[in-house]
Each structure stands twice: as structure tokens, then as C-alpha cells.
């Protein structure tokens, strides 16, 4: 009875066909989706990144208002300027405007040093920021590209599982039809 009711109602053959393909599409799409929204989360986040990037000086200004003097360069300075004066006695010029100039000259640059490796240090940061977070985008990219891919396929093969079973009874009539008069002919020929 089984065969001939499956006879009967080809149709069911794709209804079986387009509820396995609708789960395993959802699956795949489910796999997919942490890193589409990885992707979505990362491009947010460049967005940010850009806009700070293509304003460098907002950006130094930034940075500038967290910047104090590391404890190496008060030490470093604490040193060269203890060095100055040690040479500034030891030649007679102690408290002469030369020597106080030179020696406040060495410990301004030895700041100055300091600011630029701090600023250096965090552009450094920021970039590879910027590269991971370019990577998960890319990445969620992909992974968008082939979920739209992925709906595209499914639509189209859904579609031809529709148009199949809504003709399956009529094509099953026609091949019947069809099979029929062969034997037929083949009986009043032969």
C-alpha cells in the first residue's frame, strides 16, 4: 500500500526533499552567522578607527592629554642633569647661563624623547588593533558573501522543488499516458 500511495502522491518525495535541504541550509547559515556578526561588529569598529586616523592631529591631541613623563626619563633626566652640574663645577662654570642652558636643553630632550616613544607605543598599538580588527571583518565579509550565496542557491533550488512538485502529478499522468500508448503501439504493431 505504501508504494502505491507513494505512487499516488509523488509530490510528498519533495516536500521530504525541501524539508531536509531547509535544515541543513539553517544549519550551515547558523555556522555562519557568529562570524558574519564578528564581521558587522569589526567594520563598527573600523568605521571608528578610520575617522580617528584620517584626523591625525584630533587624534595626537588625544593621545597628548594621557601622556606623563615615564619614571626612566625623570630618572634620565635626574642623571644628565646631575652630570651637567658635575661638569659645570668641575670647569668653573657653575650657575653661568651656558651651562644652565645646556644642561636644561639635555633634560627637555630627553622629555621630548619620551613623549614621541609614548606616541609611537600606542600608534603601534592601535594599528595592530586595526589589522585584527580588519581581519575579523574581513572574515565576517566572507562569511556574509556566502550566506547571501547560500539563499540565492536555496531560493532557486526551493524554487525548482516547488515547480517539480506542483507538476509531479500531471508529469506522473502524462508519462502514464505516455508509457500506454507506446505499449500500445508496440501491441497493434508488433
Same mark, same amino acid.
Given at each position: 500500500?505504501?508504494?502505491?500511495? $507513494?505512487? @499516488?502522491?509523488?509530490?510528498?518525495?519533495?516536500?521530504?526533499?525541501? $524539508? !531536509?535541504?531547509?535544515? +541543513?541550509? /539553517?544549519?550551515?547559515?547558523?555556522?555562519?552567522?557568529? +562570524?558574519? !556578526?564578528?564581521?558587522?561588529?569589526?567594520?563598527? #569598529?573600523?568605521?571608528?578607527? @578610520?575617522?580617528?586616523?584620517?584626523? %591625525?592631529?584630533?587624534?595626537?591631541?588625544?593621545?597628548?592629554? =594621557?601622556?606623563?613623563?615615564? $619614571?626612566?626619563?625623570?630618572?634620565?633626566?635626574?642623571?644628565? *642633569?646631575?652630570?651637567?652640574?658635575?661638569?659645570?663645577?668641575?670647569?668653573?662654570?657653575?650657575?653661568?647661563? %651656558?651651562?644652565?642652558?645646556?644642561? !636644561?636643553?639635555?633634560?627637555? *630632550?630627553?622629555?621630548?624623547?619620551? #613623549? *614621541?616613544?609614548? @606616541? $609611537?607605543?600606542?600608534?603601534?598599538? +592601535?594599528? *595592530?588593533?586595526?589589522?585584527?580588527?580588519?581581519?575579523?571583518?574581513?572574515?565576517?565579509?566572507?562569511?556574509?558573501? /556566502? @550566506?547571501? !550565496?547560500?539563499?540565492?542557491?536555496?531560493? #532557486?533550488?526551493?524554487?525548482?522543488?516547488? +515547480?517539480?512538485? #506542483? =507538476?509531479?502529478?500531471? /508529469?506522473?499522468?502524462?508519462?502514464?499516458?505516455?508509457?500506454?500508448?507506446?505499449?500500445?503501439?508496440?501491441?497493434?504493431?508488433?
Amino acid at each position: 500500500m505504501s508504494m502505491l500511495s $507513494d505512487w @499516488m502522491h509523488p509530490d510528498r518525495g519533495y516536500r521530504g526533499a525541501e $524539508d !531536509q535541504m531547509s535544515q +541543513y541550509y /539553517n544549519q550551515a547559515q547558523g555556522y555562519m552567522a557568529p +562570524y558574519n !556578526q564578528y564581521g558587522i561588529d569589526a567594520g563598527n #569598529r573600523l568605521q571608528g578607527g @578610520m575617522d580617528w586616523l584620517l584626523n %591625525p592631529q584630533k587624534l595626537q591631541d588625544e593621545w597628548a592629554k =594621557n601622556y606623563k613623563l615615564s $619614571d626612566q626619563a625623570k630618572l634620565a633626566q635626574d642623571m644628565a *642633569q646631575q652630570h651637567g652640574l658635575d661638569a659645570a663645577s668641575s670647569m668653573g662654570l657653575l650657575g653661568s647661563s %651656558p651651562a644652565l642652558s645646556a644642561i !636644561q636643553a639635555g633634560t627637555s *630632550q630627553i622629555g621630548l624623547q619620551d #613623549r *614621541q616613544s609614548y @606616541m $609611537d607605543d600606542l600608534m603601534n598599538k +592601535y594599528m *595592530q588593533g586595526i589589522g585584527v580588527a580588519g581581519n575579523m571583518y574581513g572574515t565576517g565579509s566572507q562569511m556574509a558573501g /556566502n @550566506m547571501g !550565496q547560500n539563499s540565492m542557491n536555496m531560493g #532557486r533550488d526551493m524554487g525548482q522543488m516547488e +515547480y517539480n512538485r #506542483r =507538476n509531479a502529478k500531471g /508529469n506522473l499522468f502524462g508519462n502514464v499516458l505516455g508509457t500506454g500508448a507506446g505499449l500500445l503501439g508496440s501491441y497493434l504493431g508488433g
